[in-house]
């Protein structure tokens, strides 16, 4: 009599952070489901737990101690990985809980898999073919998110994400080129390149010569970026850069924009205006470079669209760098951007900076600083009224489409609502003119 198979040992997970984060669970997915074991939807049908933190402000450190909680009521088998873990080697986590099974740092699928071993079967069937070759994604099927990097070599004041992840460590371009095309190749039609320093990818093997398709190609930016375009070409889809940082050979990608080989658009952390305050963040560049820089982009590619974020509140930062800030918001007119009024994280160094601003200011100011950007949007916007643009469908409700022209990264800025869209397909570009605006979103309908 033949033996029945055993049931697949079941794995939950819990996913928090940023995108490098997201990255980081794909690819422990990708390992589970590649040795058999079954992902549980629930706490109740696991038989343990993963849960991925983020650690980089206290928000995010209080989100992420509730769901290990959580997940250790409604569960009780808990392996902690991701940036909380590598905070205090692990200490952090375990004098908050105690009764985890394991805690791991970021970017350690292997580690959390020996944790997994030491806790469940490790079941294996070399005869079936358990994962796609663009392994497990938690975006939905038509977009994905790229990590060419691990780590940062900046020791900005404000941030630990260093003593968490380490120095830069950029991935060999051929890896990076392979998974991007089998994304493409299984129906992705947006790559969303991510990094803690997207501009400095291969500084730390100094550019060193990798090989796609058996041509040698250069490990930089402007080399990875002009491969990617080209085979997202091939495909029909999209290349979009985040977290670049305004150093002079970002210049090089501006016209691989204007060509169409990369979406307009660059995500550009800016940070703050005053040059004292950047000094004090440990930041590179200042107000004026960036503005002849921003200034100089958009004459090669006038669509070019820039996102940013920046802090207000910087300890020390006075009425007048604030003041300097709003003036070089007016005078930029980025397109998208986020304001954080600055908290203070456990371990880093601006925690030593005097003079902290009063909380009521430091929102005050989040306020004002968010306003003044709301009117710089919405003028920008209308300037798209009557346009014909390409979008990309995300979602179908209430017989509309939900899509994201080149302006538009998932998630973090606007979206183009398609009024007579119902009878497309997430998935799929539609070709639309622009036919209203808000602050921050599009209205339109199809072009015939």
Same mark, same amino acid.
């Given at each position: 009599?033949?033996?029945?198979?055993?049931?697949?040992?079941?794995?939950?997970?819990?996913?928090?952070?940023?995108?490098?984060?997201?990255?980081?669970?794909? &690819?422990?997915?990708?390992?589970?489901?590649?040795?058999?074991?079954?992902?549980?939807?629930?706490?109740?049908?696991?038989?343990?737990?993963?849960?991925?933190?983020?650690?980089?402000?206290?928000?995010?450190?209080?989100?992420?101690?509730?769901?290990?909680?959580?997940?250790?009521?409604?569960?009780?088998?808990?392996?902690?990985?991701?940036?909380?873990?590598?905070?205090? $080697?692990?200490?952090?986590?375990?004098?908050?809980?105690?009764?985890?099974?394991?805690?791991?740092?970021?970017?350690?699928?292997?580690?959390?898999?020996?944790?997994?071993?030491? &806790?469940?079967?490790?079941?294996?069937?070399?005869?079936?073919?358990?994962?796609?070759?663009?392994?497990?994604?938690?975006?939905?099927?038509?977009?994905?998110?790229?990590?060419?990097?691990?780590?940062?070599?900046?020791?900005?004041?404000?941030?630990?994400?260093?003593?968490?992840?380490?120095?830069?460590?950029?991935?060999?371009?051929?890896?990076?080129?392979?998974?991007? !095309?089998?994304?493409?190749?299984?129906?992705?039609?947006?790559?969303?390149?991510?990094?803690?320093?997207?501009?400095?990818?291969?500084?730390?093997?100094?550019?060193?010569?990798?090989?796609?398709?058996?041509?040698?190609?250069?490990?930089?930016?402007?080399?990875?970026?002009?491969?990617?375009?080209?085979?997202?070409?091939?495909?029909?889809?999209?290349?979009?850069?985040?977290?670049?940082?305004?150093?002079?050979?970002?210049?090089?990608?501006?016209?691989?924009?204007?060509?169409?080989?990369?979406?307009?658009?660059?995500?550009?952390?800016?940070?703050?205006?005053?040059?004292?305050?950047?000094?004090?963040?440990?930041?590179?560049?200042?107000?004026?470079?960036?503005?002849?820089?921003?200034?100089?982009?958009?004459?090669?590619?006038?669509?070019?669209?820039?996102?940013?974020?920046?802090?207000?509140?910087?300890?020390? !930062?006075? &009425?007048?760098?604030?003041?300097?800030?709003?003036?070089?918001?007016?005078? #930029?007119?980025?397109?998208?951007?986020?304001?954080?009024?600055?908290?203070?994280?456990?371990?880093?160094?601006?925690?030593?900076?005097?003079?902290?601003?009063?909380?009521?200011?430091?929102?005050?100011?989040?306020?004002?600083?968010?306003?003044?950007?709301? &009117?710089?949007? #919405?003028?920008?916007?209308?300037?798209?009224?009557?346009?014909?643009?390409?979008?990309?469908?995300?979602?179908?409700?209430?017989?509309?489409?939900?899509?994201?022209?080149?302006?538009?990264?998932?998630?973090?800025? $606007?979206?183009?609502?398609?009024?007579?869209?119902?009878?497309?397909?997430?998935?799929?570009?539609?070709?639309?003119?622009?036919?209203?605006?808000?602050?921050?979103?599009?209205?339109?309908?199809?072009?015939?």
């Amino acid at each position: 009599m033949k033996r029945p198979a055993a049931a697949a040992s079941r794995v939950g997970f819990v996913s928090l952070g940023c995108p490098k984060a997201l990255v980081d669970s794909e &690819q422990i997915l990708t390992r589970l489901r590649a040795e058999g074991y079954a992902i549980a939807p629930t706490y109740a049908g696991a038989d343990l737990v993963v849960v991925n933190t983020c650690g980089f402000i206290d928000a995010a450190v209080e989100e992420s101690l509730s769901a290990i909680g959580e997940a250790l009521a409604e569960n009780g088998k808990v392996i902690v990985t991701g940036c909380l873990g590598a905070k205090d $080697g692990g200490a952090f986590v375990k004098m908050a809980h105690p009764k985890v099974l394991a805690v791991t740092g970021p970017h350690a699928t292997a580690e959390v898999m020996n944790a997994v071993h030491a &806790q469940l079967p490790r079941p294996h069937d070399p005869f079936a073919d358990l994962v796609p070759p663009q392994g497990i994604k938690l975006t939905p099927k038509h977009y994905a998110y790229l990590k060419i990097a691990e780590g940062c070599n900046h020791r900005c004041t404000f941030c630990i994400i260093p003593s968490m992840r380490g120095d830069l460590v950029s991935r060999p371009l051929g890896e990076v080129m392979n998974e991007a !095309e089998n994304l493409l190749k299984a129906g992705v039609r947006e790559l969303l390149v991510i990094s803690q320093d997207t501009s400095a990818y291969g500084v730390d093997i100094r550019y060193r010569t990798g090989f796609w398709r058996g041509r040698p190609v250069r490990t930089r930016m402007t080399e990875l970026a002009r491969a990617l375009g080209e085979l997202a070409g091939e495909h029909g889809a999209w290349v979009r850069l985040h977290y670049v940082y305004p150093y002079p050979h970002v210049d090089e990608v501006i016209p691989l924009m204007a060509e169409g080989r990369l979406l307009p658009y660059l995500d550009v952390p800016f940070q703050h205006a005053s040059q004292r305050i950047l000094k004090l963040m440990k930041r590179p560049a200042n107000a004026q470079d960036n503005l002849d820089r921003i200034r100089a982009w958009r004459s090669i590619c006038p669509d070019l669209t820039i996102r940013s974020t920046f802090i207000v509140g910087f300890p020390g !930062e006075t &009425q007048t760098e604030f003041e300097d800030l709003l003036a070089f918001l007016a005078a #930029a007119e980025l397109d998208r951007v986020g304001c954080f009024a600055y908290s203070p994280v456990d371990g880093a160094a601006a925690n030593g900076l005097p003079d902290h601003v009063p909380d009521a200011i430091k929102e005050e100011r989040r306020e004002r600083f968010m306003a003044a950007q709301a &009117q710089i949007s #919405a003028r920008r916007l209308r300037t798209r009224i009557g346009r014909t643009l390409d979008v990309l469908v995300d979602s179908i409700t209430d017989r509309r489409a939900i899509a994201r022209s080149a302006a538009d990264a998932p998630e973090i800025d $606007g979206v183009v609502t398609i009024e007579d869209g119902g009878s497309l397909a997430a998935g799929s570009f539609a070709r639309v003119k622009i036919t209203g605006s808000t602050q921050h979103d599009l209205t339109a309908r199809l072009v015939a």
